[in-house]
């Protein structure tokens, strides 16, 4: 739930009633919206025109799926949750795991949810039917021809990318060209190893990405949706498998092999049956969940054999990459809270952190797998990144966000780069730094770049760089 403050005024809407139909017009049907509103079709029909709405799209189920996330951030300020599960028809587990999952969502909304009161159709009184005219007017004036939304599909994009390249070139061989290490443009969360019709690699698009020189692609894992772990006991764990092992093999046929971010050990709800049966393993609070505490022996053990039944099963699997320090609440000192912890409040967060790579580390070797580990060093606080690096496994590589830290001037204003940059060319000094103490121990480095318009800023359709 996190923190409930006021909602956000849209006031330049006559309404809070007028800024929901604007703001789901394109996306949700007129059937929907009545719904959630306790209102005729006809009612929103009539009130979205007269503020100089057409018609709007018509969505498919996988439209409407990939706008899930747009439709949640126009909403999250007008609507509670219980209304807002009803525009998107979901259950409220499938809302939990969204905004737990899907890239640290609850995060990107401000980690609260506004509280917003229950939004019911209410008749327009005269002073919104004249500000509703005015901006019927100002729609006519900036888009007279009347294409609001825009002339091509949503997301087509998704399409044209994954139809095959007119032109292709061969791939160098994966295993032993430099690595060029890249992302979906249009992958959905969820359960894509489950669910086929999120498949984020259509042979097209990996045709495609071949022919451009990328060698490796990612997708997130969750170790309990891939392996049994002991404290989640996961369904449909071989048919995941299968779904991956076929990933692979179509993969390997374009010279690319896959990778898995691994964020691992995920916190279990604090009221877990787990943490009574094992109390030893129950590590920091924070918000409803406790962390599994890596300085518990069991939960090491359990990670490494985790790791290593999956490279048994997926032999071709290329690779994981790791982030030990992020939004999830892994260890207990991801979020630097480690002196809450009755065993970690003794060791540095360096030796913890080193500790939780090197647990993945020993779960490959064991299973004389041929992956490659990456340890991202996103997170870790500048006092003690270089022990972390000093203390993790020799075979590990190790990955910064190259531009970081860069010292940048824009219109006269000095600042460095937070973390990505599209305008500045890295590597800026944390890289560097880092880098050094990683190649002093004859370790590879490798440089993490974001080349298009990030996550945080996914509403931007281009940015002029």
Same mark, same amino acid.
């Given at each position: 739930m996190g923190a409930a403050p006021t909602p956000l005024n849209a006031a330049w809407f006559p309404g809070r009633m007028h800024a929901f139909i604007w703001r789901n017009w394109a996306l949700v049907t007129i059937d929907r919206m009545a719904a959630v509103l306790g209102a005729k079709?006809?009612?929103? #029909?009539?009130?979205?025109?007269?503020?100089?709405?057409?018609?709007?799209?018509?969505l498919s189920d996988d439209q409407r799926r990939r706008a899930s996330l747009t439709i949640i951030r126009r909403? %999250?300020?007008?609507?509670? &949750? /219980?209304?807002?599960?009803?525009? *998107?028809? $979901?259950?409220?587990?499938?809302?939990? &795991?969204?905004?737990?999952?899907?890239?640290?969502?609850?995060?990107?909304?401000?980690? *609260?949810?506004?509280k917003a009161a229950p939004l019911r159709w209410a008749e327009p009184d005269a002073a919104q039917r004249t500000r509703a005219v005015e901006i019927a007017r100002a729609v006519r004036d900036h888009f007279p021809g009347g294409a609001l939304e825009g002339r091509d599909p949503l997301f087509s994009f998704v399409e044209a990318l994954s139809r095959p390249p007119t032109t292709s070139r061969p791939s160098p061989d994966a295993g032993t060209a430099p690595l060029r290490l890249g992302y979906s443009y249009f992958a959905l969360y969820g359960d894509p190893l489950l669910d086929p019709t999120l498949d984020p690699y259509p042979d097209g698009y990996l045709a495609r990405l071949a022919a451009v020189g990328v060698n490796a692609v990612w997708l997130q894992g969750v170790l309990s949706r891939l392996s049994p772990l002991p404290w989640?006991?996961?369904?449909?764990?071989?048919?995941?498998?299968?779904?991956?092992?076929?990933? !692979?093999?179509r993969a390997a046929r374009h010279g690319i092999k896959i990778f898995l971010y691994l964020n691992e050990p995920r916190s279990l709800p604090a009221k877990?049956?787990?943490? /009574?049966?094992?109390?030893? %393993?129950r590590g920091v609070a924070e918000m409803e969940f406790n962390a599994l505490c890596t300085s518990a022996s069991e939960v090491r053990a359990a990670l490494s054999e985790g790791v290593a039944d999956l490279c048994r099963a997926v032999p071709d699997l290329g690779?994981?990459?790791?982030?030990? !320090?992020?939004?999830?609440?892994?260890?207990? %000192?991801?979020h630097g809270r480690g002196n809450e912890c009755r065993r970690c409040k003794t060791r540095p967060p360096a030796e913890v952190i080193a500790e939780v790579n090197a647990t993945f580390h020993e779960g490959i070797r064991a299973a004389s797998g041929k992956q490659r580990l990456l340890a991202w060093d996103w997170g870790w606080a500048d006092d003690w990144a270089i022990e972390v690096?000093?203390?993790?496994?020799?075979?590990?590589?190790?990955?910064?966000?190259?531009? $970081?830290?860069?010292?940048?001037?824009?219109?006269? #204003?000095?600042?460095?780069?937070?973390? &990505?940059?599209?305008?500045?060319?890295?590597?800026?000094?944390?890289?560097?730094?880092? $880098?050094? !103490?990683?190649?002093?121990?004859g370790m590879p480095v490798v440089a993490k770049l974001q080349l298009g318009v990030s996550w945080e800023f996914a509403a931007a359709p281009s940015l002029p760089v």
């Open positions: 079709p006809d009612d929103i #029909v009539r009130v979205g025109r007269s503020m100089g709405l057409g018609p709007g799209r018509r909403n %999250w300020h007008l609507l509670p &949750y /219980e209304q807002l599960l009803s525009l *998107l028809g $979901w259950s409220v587990e499938e809302m939990a &795991y969204t905004l737990r999952e899907d890239d640290f969502f609850f995060h990107k909304l401000g980690l *609260l949810k506004p989640a006991k996961e369904a449909n764990i071989e048919r995941r498998r299968a779904t991956l092992r076929d990933l !692979a093999a877990s049956a787990m943490f /009574e049966m094992h109390p030893e %393993w690779g994981f990459f790791t982030i030990t !320090a992020s939004e999830n609440l892994t260890s207990c %000192w991801s690096i000093e203390r993790l496994p020799a075979g590990v590589s190790l990955m910064s966000v190259s531009e $970081w830290g860069l010292p940048i001037e824009r219109g006269g #204003v000095k600042t460095t780069v937070g973390e &990505y940059c599209l305008s500045a060319i890295g590597p800026g000094p944390r890289a560097a730094r880092h $880098w050094e !103490a990683a190649k002093k121990r």
